[in-house]
């Protein structure tokens, strides 16, 4: 079922989360074992990340120096196959303009549909690790919002190739981000506002936000769009911090602010476990208004970590 119907055929917020596809080496098993601990909030769906490739450099003869292309959390079709089988919950792989040609992505999208797969998340990923800005592929996209074309036109049977003969429909429901602090290359809120409206006027029919720490971020933001016109569904994405560390990574990896009032108690912290329980418990009051408010899911980020996950879900579904 669609991640859209899921929304409109529930009475109340849905539990929601994202997770990782390990690092290449391990089991499928690790997956499971995150999601076991959630299964009894019932989430209808499950979003799986898409990890493009990195370039490595490894010393090889002579002192030279080899750029190896490798990707280090495959897997991501397969994790949500195997959710579906397993669970049957509804997977949302997300995809990605970054490292697709316009034949990977019709390819990956032909593999989604056989394996019975009909959400996607359209993002249009970082720049790689080693290289400061975005560069699409020869034949990809610079921006999510053409993503969301093609796979709109997979959707009425409109292939690359238009002498293909018998072709059948696809049937996905997409879904794009929004960035309530703004993405980061963005020159303005209402910029990166205008550009979501194209994603949306292209064809997605719900947004997953970026975390944030603020609730009065998420609202103003939502404001913002209904203003400008987007009415789908605008998903909160949360993150309950759990180390010292987070406090540097998040606000410039994600840009995403974290209020002062969490910082001081972050800070006062003795270890990462206390740091933890802050986190669990910001999360909760976070999630308690917002679920006050009829936000239609409340989607968390789950980062391979599922405990802290439980620990607020637990207080509220
Ligand atoms: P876009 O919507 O294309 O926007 C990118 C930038 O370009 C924005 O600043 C926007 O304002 C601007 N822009 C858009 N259109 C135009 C235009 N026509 N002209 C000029 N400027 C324009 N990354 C991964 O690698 N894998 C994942 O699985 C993944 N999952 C994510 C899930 C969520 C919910 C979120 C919020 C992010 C996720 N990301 C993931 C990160 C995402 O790929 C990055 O944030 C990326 O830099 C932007 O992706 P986007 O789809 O928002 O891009």
Request: glycine residues 6%; aromatic residues 10%; hydrophobic residues 40%.
């Amino acid at each position: 079922m669609k991640v859209t119907e899921h929304i409109k055929n529930s009475k109340k917020t849905i539990f929601s989360f994202e997770i990782l596809p390990p690092l290449k080496g391990q089991n499928i098993q690790s997956i499971f074992d995150n999601i076991d601990p959630l299964m009894e909030f019932n989430p209808p769906f499950i979003d799986v990340t898409y990890h493009r490739e990195e370039y490595v450099y490894k010393e090889v003869e002579n002192g030279l120096i080899q750029k190896k292309i490798v990707r280090k959390r495959p897997g991501t079709v397969g994790i949500c196959s195997a959710i579906q089988n397993k669970y049957q919950v509804d997977a949302v792989p997300h995809i990605l303009c970054g490292g697709f040609d316009k034949e990977d992505t019709e390819n990956f999208l032909i593999d989604l549909d056989f394996l019975g797969i009909d959400n996607v998340l359209a993002l249009r990923g970082d720049a790689v690790k080693s290289e400061i800005y975005f560069k699409p592929e020869k034949d990809g996209y610079q921006y999510a919002s053409d993503l969301v074309k093609q796979i709109v036109e997979l959707n009425k049977g409109h292939y690359l190739d238009e002498e293909l003969q018998n072709k059948s429909k696809t049937d996905f429901c997409i879904g794009v981000a929004g960035y309530p602090e703004k993405h980061a290359e963005a020159p303005s809120l209402d910029s990166d506002i205008h550009f979501l409206k194209k994603k949306i006027e292209a064809g997605a029919t719900y947004i997953v936000t970026q975390m944030f720490f603020d609730n009065a971020k998420y609202f103003e933001f939502v404001d913002k769009c209904r203003k400008r016109g987007i009415t789908v569904p605008i998903i909160p994405g949360l993150k309950p911090i759990a180390t010292k560390k987070q406090l540097n990574l998040i606000p410039h990896r994600f840009n995403a602010q974290i209020p002062d009032d969490l910082i001081m108690a972050i800070v006062k912290c003795e270890n990462n476990e206390a740091v933890r329980q802050v986190g669990i418990e910001w999360a909760v009051e976070q999630c308690k208004e917002l679920i006050k408010e009829d936000v239609p899911v409340l989607h968390f980020y789950s980062m391979g970590n599922s405990s802290n996950i439980k620990a607020i879900a637990s207080q509220l579904f």
